[in-house]
């Protein structure tokens, strides 16, 4: 069925280093995708989003960047600090005139030591 | 308005005991959907609502489960006969259709001791 996986389960990382988290998605349908941080206890926060339409897309520190053509997205960090830690996971939106609904992956770890 | 809000926000029940739920939405989304949430997974599915109407439920719904939106605002989940593999956080997140914006709430934390 379709699914949305991470490759990397845990990351650690350096405070002031940049972070990668992978991501990749089996359905090539697929148009609209987010970046979640959850913290411990707390929902998933939105981070950044980004359609099919586009390749790249940047927010404040971070960077999302989608090859639909190995159906991979990945969310990039700069300068990681430690309130970044948390746990990161893509969700996939299914088609709006079907709901909408997310579909998310297993999530990544990111611990980022000081 | 304060973005999706969910109570109570931890839950403790004996097993074969009903729970309910509720969730407040932003007030101008017309989508509400309720996921569950173990320990190390991602969030998946469970139904959604597009304004009062139930219009996706997943097979992770049992009968023990159901949920309700009477006025396509507030909703709530009921689980019936609670069993210890229901333990879980439930989440609630809200989107308006065609714009998207999903978000989500803290969640319930659900223990069935």
């Known amino acids: 069925g379709e699914s949305v996986g991470l490759h990397l389960p845990t990351l650690s990382v350096q405070e002031g280093d940049n972070s990668i988290i992978n991501c990749a998605y089996s359905?090539?349908?697929?148009?609209?995708f987010i970046w979640y941080k959850q913290e411990s206890g707390k929902g998933p926060q939105f981070i950044i989003d980004i359609r099919s339409n586009m390749d790249k897309r940047q927010g404040q520190r971070v960077t999302v960047l989608l090859n639909k053509t190995v159906k991979h997205l990945s969310l990039q960090i700069a300068a990681t600090q430690p309130g970044d830690s948390a746990v990161y996971f893509c969700a996939e939106a299914g088609a709006d005139n079907q709901g909408g609904k997310l579909i998310f992956g297993q999530g990544t770890e990111l611990s980022v030591k000081p | 308005d304060t973005g999706v809000s969910q109570d109570p926000r931890h839950k403790i029940t004996k097993r074969g005991q009903n729970v309910t739920f509720r969730c407040d939405p932003i007030s101008e989304h017309n989508r509400l959907y309720w996921y569950r949430q173990t320990l190390g997974q991602g969030p998946e599915f469970l139904t959604y609502?597009?304004?009062?109407?139930?219009?996706?439920k997943s097979r992770l719904l049992s009968d023990r489960f159901s949920a309700e939106r009477p006025k396509g605002s507030f909703s709530t989940l009921e689980i019936q006969r609670t069993e210890q593999g229901d333990s879980a956080m439930y989440l609630c997140?809200?989107?308006?259709?065609?714009?998207?914006?999903?978000?989500f709430g803290s969640g319930t934390r659900l223990t069935v001791v």
């Open positions: 609502f597009q304004n009062e109407a139930q219009l996706e």
């Open positions: 359905n090539s349908a697929s148009d609209y």
């Open positions: 997140a809200s989107s308006l259709q065609g714009a998207g914006g999903y978000t």
